[in-house]
Structures are given as C-alpha cells and as structure tokens.
C-alpha cells in the first residue's frame, strides 16, 4: 500500500492526519498501525465488519478515546491530551454507533434538538434558523412533538445527523449510521447527507459494514481485525482484482465439486454458485469454467461480471488467512436423509390472514404467504413493518390476534411444542450464552433439543465441522469473530435437523468473507436437506440471493414474488436504470428532480434516474446540464437491485407518486 502522506488530492488541506494509530484494549490491539489522510470536504468512508476496529478509530479521531501509539492531528490540532481534545470539540460533530444511541428517548423531536444546541451553546437566533432547515431536510418537521423512542430507525437516525450538525461542524464522524436501516432510510440519509456537506463545506469521515454502500463515498479503506488492508477511490479498488467472477445457474452437486477442484473456493448463493476466475477476459475465464466442467458433459447456464468491492475485500481476506478448505458439508454421521418428512410435501410454513394487535396498533394486518419445502424465502421491509412479529407469532413465541399458519405441518396457535421440536430460530438479538464456550453452548443446545450422550456428542461434531469452528472450541461465544459468532448460532439451530428454519437478521455486521460462508451453508440446507428457511434482512444483496420474497409494509403484503420477477416489473413499470456522470452532481440531482426525473438520486459520483427511452432521456439530461454550464461525461445503464424495488415500492407508499420520466 502507498505510503498515507500519498494518500490525499494534491494541494488538498488536511482535516485528519493519522501515522500508525494503535489502540489496545488489555493484550488486544483493535487498531494495528493505521495511518489515514482525509482532507478537507472530503467523504471518506471505513468499511468492515462489527469488531474491525471503526468505532475505536472514529472515538479516538473524535476524542473521546485515548490511544497507546502513534499519532494524530485533527483540525490542525496535534491530538495527544485529553486537553488537546477539547481545543478542538466544538468544531466536530460525532454520532456513535447504534440506532439513536445518542438521543434521549423521553425528549421529542425538537427536545433533543435544543438540548445538544443547548450543550454545543448556539446561540437563540442561529438555532431557530438551523433547526427549521434540519428539520425540513431532515422530514422529521411533521413529527416534532414525538418522543424519540417512539420513532422508527430510520427516524432515529436522521434526528441523531440532525442534533450531530446543530452547532456546524466542520468535521462529522458518523459511525456506522446506516447499520439497522431499511434501504429506502438508508438512501434518505445519503441524500441528506450529500446536500448538508454541499451546503456547508463540511468533511466527513463514515463507516458501515455495508459494501454496497461504498460507491457513495470519495475514497474508502477496507479494514478488518484492526488493520487497513486496502484503500482508495471505490471504482479503483475494485479494478486492482485481476479477476472475473463467473455466475453457474443451479449446479449440481457434481458441479460444484469440479468448480471447487478447479477454482479453490464456490460461492453458494440461492439456486447458483459463482467462482472468482483470475483473468479480466470474459471469453478466457468463461472457457475455463467450460473446460473444468467438460469431463462431465455438462450443460451449465454462465453469467459473468467483472468484480466488485466486496470481491477484492474477500479476496485479500483470503490472502490474509487463506481457508483451510472450503467448510465441509455434508449430513450427519449415521443420517440417510432429511428426516420428519413433512405431511404436505408442497408446504413447509403457511400463513393465512395473520394478524397481530397491540392495543390500537395494527403490527401485522391480514399477512399471507406459502414458504416451500426446499425454498430460501425473504420478508423484508422498513423497520417496524412487523417482520419480526410475523416470525413470533409462527413460531409460537406470539399469540396472533387474528388468522392462522401451520410450520412443518403443526398448528401455530394449538402445536407449539411441536413446531419447537421442527424448527430451529436464529433471532436478531446474540442467542449464545456469551460466557459459555462454543463447545458449552453446543451440548447446552443438544441438551434443549432432547439430545444427548453419542448422539449429542456426534451431532455436535457435525454443527463444528458445518461451521469451522474446530480451532475455536474453548473460546467463549462472547470472544468469537461476528461471522463465527452467527456460524455458532446457526449451528446450535440445527443440531436437532429441524425441517423449517427462521432467520431474523442472521448477517447483520458479519464480514464479507462470513458473509459467503454463512450462505453457502444456507444453500446447501435449502437444496440438498430440502429445509425451508424463511429470513429477514436489510441487506439487499441477500434478497437477491432468496427464491422468493415479500415486502411488508405497516404490517401489509404490497409486493409477494421472486427477486428477478420483482426488477422485472419495475423495469416495466419505470424503464431502465440510468447513472448520469458529470461535474457537480448534487447540483444535476437537484436540477433533474425539478425537471420531472422522481427517482433522480445522488449515487456517489453520479446520479441515478429512471427512464423508459434511454436514448430520449440522455439526449435530454444533457440539455438540462448544458444549460446549467454542468459537464457531462457519460450517461451508463445499471442493472436493477432489490433496494432499487424497495425504495420504489415503499417509496410510493410514503409519500404521492410521481409520474415517470420520459
């Protein structure tokens, strides 16, 4: 890597200047000689998993944290000294991690907000102004009088940027802001937070654990066990992996055992598998997929892509600590197959019409679904649209107000010892004992489950072999790496083989690398143990891993299909997905939403729109731009997400639809 005195615009000031920061907490290093350079107005985002070493960088740069080596400069201050701290406090503005961790939940709205303008001593004219704009920026004018724990996660968030910029800093550090967040809150925050750095010349230095995000950023650092393994401009980064990862559509055991034998290691995702081919030439590496497969004959559907972010992270991952193997898996010792078939072979959970009140409140309205035996199934939605409710009240965790559901061929409301004894659940909270070891956790777990002695013993052997956990035995749950973490969970859910599975949240904060890992498990329950699982994420790059999925919203079905089906009737409905490159795209997006464009959004660099003629629509864009003296460098069509289908469709339901542009 560049030495960090390279590692700024030329000519740019420095905001923040960091040689070789290290942070230790007892004989633990969370940051291991990390050196930084963020210069003034940039945005800088730190990306890696939940115990990378971010909230320990960001406290020390805001500080409120103390370090053991190295140095650090912000604002021009040499950082050294709890009073070298203060001298420049006032000029910073620091959001912590977690959702609302910051506010105060009794206070409202405009409570909380005058308290930190209060604390940060703004004076009465200037806050009056400030809190207005914020407010409105912010849409949270119309919630004002609302107590802060009353307010969804997005909400939380938003009101957290809004008391973080009361005072004008000319430095925030936002620590993981989006972590929590529905997408459409997600992009809501993007968009507020490009225009506040916009209007007020601001820097910022951001985290998240969310790669897709990335591309929102000017530079970004890739960190992991505290150390910075990569950093640069995103589109850059992603262009140093002389690779090409090539798609296989529903591959066969036999497959897959050529691709690992050829490539190393198979990424199982849904129905397919994708192997990181190191070459960029598309025709070269989609022959080599061809030629590992010939000695089979077999006929395989290929997609390729070049790589991206999150490839080039799992890639020097690997580097860092290359796997052992790819993780076994495979059915327990002494199992013929997947046993307790169900009784409905075409049903494994059923929801009609549930419904779930809490005193006025309407949590889950009249929800309906069928999850398939086999079926990897999504409920998604913004925080607080009851997929977690729903997934209580079929577990039998919940009573139901109204409807019915069977899991695994039991009655929800009449089974749940039952259904207990045929599912396994994963929550979105940590459910290990944290003290105890994984080798505790797993016999407490059989011990639940009615399991004991060999049986105990050989079922726990097969969960430590599923998860590769073998190294890590003795090690309490509490010390565990976050993807070794949700492995362990997810292993103790299935000691008993349970024939349905509920994930809530199951990869919130896990690394890439854990990430894929956890997934390929996930496919190979699905397709070979034909379990159905049933999982909620905001991560939509999972969505779009599920066969099929459905989208709540206020506790309603409003979309109930496949991911694919879903791109394809936005794409009908709004056309195709544009990204418009030019100079000064805070002032493009802005122009182009005043033009008529609705979906028009800051996206990193860019700006992305809809349209359905994508010619008619260039050759406009670029008349708008010109007469506005902005330069236009391309205008690119991007392939369709799961949160550009999210953010449509909860979108319109929030707020009056537009018509689409042309």
């Keep these: 890597m560049a030495d960090a005195a390279t590692l700024k615009p030329p000519g740019a000031e420095l905001v923040v200047c960091i040689d070789g920061l290290v942070k230790r907490y007892r004989r633990r290093e969370a940051v291991r000689g990390v050196s930084l350079r963020i210069a003034r107005g940039e945005l800088y985002g730190l990306i890696g998993p939940d115990g990378a070493g971010k909230s320990s960088l960001f406290k020390a740069v805001a500080g409120v944290l103390s370090f053991e080596g190295g140095t650090l400069s912000v604002l021009g201050q040499r950082i050294a000294s709890e009073r070298d701290a203060e001298c420049v406090k006032q000029r910073i503005g620091f959001m912590p991690q977690g959702l609302g961790l910051n506010l105060y939940p009794e206070l409202s709205v405009d409570e909380n907000i005058d308290f930190f303008a209060d604390l940060r001593g703004v004076p009465a004219p200037a806050l009056a102004e400030r ?19 009353q307010l969804s996660g997005g909400m939380k968030q938003k009101l957290g940027l809004a008391c973080t910029l009361i005072h004008e800093p000319e430095l925030i550090v936002l620590d993981e802001p989006t ?46 066990d505290g150390a910075l393994l990569a950093e640069g401009e995103p589109e850059a980064l992603s262009a140093q992996l002389e690779a090409t990862v090539v798609g296989v559509g529903d591959p066969s055991p036999q497959v897959l055992q050529r691709l690992a034998q050829a490539f190393g290691h198979v990424d199982r995702h849904g129905a397919g598998a994708s192997v990181l081919v190191p070459t960029r030439d598309a025709g070269a590496a989609r022959a080599r997929v061809l030629a590992a497969l010939a000695p089979d004959g077999t006929t395989v559907q290929l997609r390729l892509r070049p790589p991206e972010l999150e490839d080039l992270f799992v890639d020097r991952l690997h580097a860092l600590a290359p796997p052992a193997a790819a993780l076994s898996i495979r059915p327990p010792d002494g199992a013929e197959g997947p046993p307790d078939a169900l009784s409905d072979p075409a049903c494994a959970v059923e929801a009609v019409a549930l419904t779930r009140d809490f005193d006025r409140f309407k949590a889950v309205d009249r929800v309906s679904f069928r999850v398939a035996p086999g079926e990897i199934f999504g409920l998604l939605g913004a925080n607080g649209a009851g997929k977690t409710t729903v997934i209580k009240m079929l577990t039998g965790i919940l009573p139901p107000t109204g ?24 929550s979105q909270a940590f459910s290990l ?9 797993l016999m407490l777990y059989a011990g639940i489950y009615g399991l004991a002695g060999r049986a105990a013993r050989e079922r726990a052997g097969w969960v430590i072999e599923l998860g590769g956990l073998g190294a890590h035995l003795d090690d309490a749950a509490a010390s565990l790496p976050m993807g070794l973490r949700q492995r362990l969970a997810l292993g103790c859910a299935l000691l008993h083989r349970p024939r349905v599975l509920f994930l809530d949240e199951p990869t919130s904060g896990v690394d890439p690398l854990g990430r894929r890992r956890f997934w390929n498990i996930l496919s190979w329950l699905a397709r070979e143990e034909r379990v159905a699982i049933l999982l909620t994420t905001h991560y939509m790059a999972e969505a779009d891993l599920c066969d099929h999925l459905v989208l709540l919203f206020d506790g309603r079905v409003i979309a109930d299909a496949s991911p694919e089906a879903m791109k394809r009737s936005l794409q009908q409905q709004a056309g195709q997905l544009l990204e418009v490159r030019c100079d000064a795209p805070q002032r493009a997006a802005e122009l182009l939403l005043a033009a008529g464009y609705a979906d028009a959004a800051m996206h990193g660099r ?15 864009v670029a008349a708008l731009l010109s007469a506005q ?23 319109a339901l929030q707020s009056p639809p537009a018509g689409p542009a042309t």
């Design 131 to 149: 809190k207005a704009r914020l407010l409105a920026m912010t849409r949270l004018e119309p919630s004002r009088s609302r107590p802060m724990k």
């Design 606 to 620: 860019g700006v992305r729109l809809m349209a359905h003629d994508a010619a008619q629509a260039t050759a406009h």
């Design 433 to 441: 004992y944290a003290d105890l070891s994984v080798r505790e956790n």
């Design 629 to 651: 003296q902005i330069a236009l460098h391309a205008v690119l069509p991007r392939e369709l997400g799961m949160d550009d289908v999210f953010v449509r469709q909860v979108g």
């Design 179 to 224: 972590t929590g967040v529905d997408p459409l809150s997600r992009r809501d925050f993007w968009r507020l937070l490009a225009e506040l750095m916009q209007r007020q010349r601001m820097t910022a230095l951001v985290s998240t654990a969310y790669l897709d995000e990335a591309s929102r950023f000017d530079r970004v650092g890739l960190v992991y």
């Design 403 to 426: 409807g019915v559901g069977q899991v695994a061929g039991a009655d929800m409301r009449r089974a749940s010892r039952q259904i207990r004894q045929r599912i396994g659940y994963m």
